[in-house]
């Protein structure tokens, strides 16, 4: 088989890149190793910036974001019983939407698929070959049959336990990676959100978020042990670690069954270059950030846009200018997200091996964002996302 672009992986990164690549006449085949149902229930992310969501709209793939979306206008930084709103409108005229990963996912799958796309479902033993001649191809097997899928470019887009990242030789790349001493314990319940806007708590017990899934399901985090074993906490214990976290006068959580639990490590990590020869890295692929900032979705998607007007340039005309920027073009957004991802993890979470004196910094700074507009600013335009393309 052959295609222009190979797409391994069909998480958000690689089914954008091939419903964008579509809308400029670019044919993608894309490989993927789970199943359809697999995919179209992973339940992950959950905000979208204000230039993911544009994005999608003006690519025709937003109809349901708009029917079923939450716009947000604001949220909730919590702290010692206090509320501090940071409100995006006011501060950047812009709003970020709620509306579920799984749900974008399948929004996308739909799409490529009324398109005539090709997505393989159940591909194994995915493997990157010849990345540095002009005649990359990737072999697989489907239904117990070794294939090739041949193709002028490979795009990686196989999440962070992919193997696309290990097809660049390790003295080609540099990792730069850091592990936080915590991780989120998550649940999703079947209860109305208790908040109409998300909530930041900074705790003495440690950090807790409330999401939403929509108007009928919750989405709440508990900062626990990165090892934490899930079978310790009964749903009565999560309720009751929650609801101390979120203490506020006048607030009651609103509990209801709990249909998913899991503990996700906390993690920064980027692999420099994104690119080797004919093999780009986009997305969880090579970057991963902690959810704190809820940027991982987003930048994947703002990888996808350069890499599309990259690869929309060189089909046309066959400038390089473009593919040639794609790493150092990527990696200024990549590490702007970090830094706001791992400063909003530093400010709200409870470190152990803070001294007295760290603690009492720490609770500064956020009396500082919430004492300053010029502060709450920054933190806002972080939020609701920077340009795509910087
Ligand atoms: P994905 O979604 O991991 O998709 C990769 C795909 O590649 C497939 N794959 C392979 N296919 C073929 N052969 C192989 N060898 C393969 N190996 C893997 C996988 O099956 C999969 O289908 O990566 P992508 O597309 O880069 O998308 C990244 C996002 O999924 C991720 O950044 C976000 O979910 C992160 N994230 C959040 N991001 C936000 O922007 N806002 C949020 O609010 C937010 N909250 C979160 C999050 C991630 C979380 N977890 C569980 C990590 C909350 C949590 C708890
Ligand atoms: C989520 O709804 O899953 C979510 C929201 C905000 C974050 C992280 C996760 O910062």
């Not at 314990?185 to 806007?197: C, R």
């Not at 909530?199 to 999401?211: E, K």
């Not at 310790?232 to 101390?244: F, G, Y």
């Not at 249909?259 to 980027?270: A, C, E, H, L």
Request: aromatic share 8%; with cysteine.
């Amino acid at each position: 088989m052959r295609t222009q672009v190979g797409i391994i992986g069909a998480g958000p990164a690689g089914l954008l890149l091939s419903h964008l690549l579509h809308l400029n006449g670019i044919e993608s085949v894309i490989l993927e190793a789970r199943s359809r149902a697999y995919v179209e229930g992973r339940i992950r992310a959950g905000v979208l910036e204000h230039p993911v969501e544009q994005l999608l709209t003006e690519t025709g793939v937003g109809m349901r974001m708009r029917a079923e979306g939450l716009p947000h206008e604001g949220v909730i930084l919590r702290t010692e019983g206090r509320d501090h709103r940071i409100d995006f409108k006011a501060l950047t005229g812009k709003h970020v939407m709620v509306y579920p990963q799984h749900k974008i996912v399948q929004d996308l799958i739909a799409a490529r698929i009324a398109a005539g796309g090709q997505i393989l479902f159940e591909a194994e033993g995915v493997s990157i070959h010849d990345v540095r001649t002009d005649a990359p191809y990737i072999s697989y097997e489907m239904d117990g049959r070794a294939t090739r899928l041949d193709c002028a470019i490979v795009a990686g887009c196989d999440g962070f336990h992919g193997i696309s990242r290990e097809a660049i030789p390790a003295s080609a790349r540099q990792s730069f990676e850091r592990e936080y001493p915590f991780g989120w314990l998550g649940i999703l319940a079947d209860a109305a959100p208790s908040s109409e806007e998300l909530v930041y708590a900074s705790h003495d017990r440690g950090f807790a978020l409330l999401s939403m899934r929509s108007p009928t399901v919750s989405r709440l985090y508990l900062q626990c042990a990165p090892d934490e074993d899930i079978s310790q906490w009964s749903d009565d214990r999560i309720w009751a670690e929650l609801s101390t976290r979120f203490t506020r006068d006048g607030f009651s959580l609103r509990e209801g069954p709990i249909t998913q639990k899991g503990v996700t490590p906390m993690r920064s990590f980027v692999v420099e270059p994104m690119q080797y020869g004919r093999l780009f890295l986009l997305g969880d692929a090579a970057h991963i950030v902690p959810p704190t900032g809820a940027k991982g979705l987003n930048l994947a998607a703002a990888d996808v846009s350069v890499l599309t007007r990259a690869l929309t340039a060189w089909f046309r005309s066959g400038a390089t200018a473009g593919l040639d920027s794609y790493s150092e073009t990527c990696l200024r957004r990549v590490w702007k997200a970090q830094r706001f991802s791992w400063w909003m993890t530093s400010l709200l979470h409870r470190f152990s091996s803070h001294t007295p004196f760290e603690r009492r910094v720490q609770q500064a700074e956020l009396d500082a964002v919430f004492g300053s507009v010029a502060a709450s600013t920054v933190l806002a335009e972080n939020y609701v996302g920077l340009p795509l393309i910087l």
